[in-house]
């Protein structure tokens, strides 16, 4: 087999990895395929066990007019939710990013330009997990969370230590469907399903802002969430 990839500024692998977990529909907390131990990097995808506790994340790569629905939405509902947002996202959308920040959610970065983080030098790479918090704080004037989703899951070793060593968690997640393609959406009553059946103590739920499915589904997705006992925290509680 060929030696793994790495940096000439970090000797750690950088080996391209996309993040997956084992799925279930039984409640119980899924394991991950990850070949090496993601949490001595401060990475997870899970919260805490025993706490009946579900983080609810959604990622905001660009918009597409749903957003302030699902704002609405979770302020009705008292829940309180992490978005995932680029530095493209909060310059084309201040007014929604600054909305979450006073409605009192969590926001985090994304990344500038949503590249795959192995790709990129460890400049560039610390460049776009921070510019994201440097943008929001510029906005709002509130801190983002020092917490860092890699585009489309990829990772290496090497960039979990790169996020870990500038005081930045990973955050991956439990639980995820194929929700992003705007021309392929499920139905109402099957983006309820697929949710639900995917739920368990301390799920990390990635939800993504341009499915029209979530949207319609997410006001009876917590409905059925808070009647089975759970509650609904921010990743500020995970750091």
Known sequence: MPPEETDTDNALSNTTRSWSYNANTDGLRPSHFATFNIAQYGAYH??????NTLF????????I???GTILDILKEKNVKATFFVTGLYINANPALVRRMAEE???VASHSVNHLSSPDLTEEELIFEITEPSRLFRELTGKDAL?????????????????????GYTTAFWSFAYRDWIIDEQPTKEEAFNRITSGLHDGA??????????NVEALADVIDYCIKRGYNF???EHLR
Do not use: K
């Open 204 to 213: 990390v739920i990635l939800l993504h802002s341009v499915s029209s499915a």
């Open 104 to 106: 009192g959610h969590a």
């Open 233 to 235: 925290r921010t990743l």
């Open 56 to 63: 609810l994340t959604i990622d905001q790569g660009y918009e």
């Open 65 to 67: 007019g749903l957003t």
């Open 146 to 166: 020092r917490t860092f989703r890699p585009p489309m899951g990829e990772y290496s070793e090497r960039t979990l230590d790169i996020t870990w060593n500038i």
């Open 46 to 51: 899970l919260g805490q066990a025993g706490e």
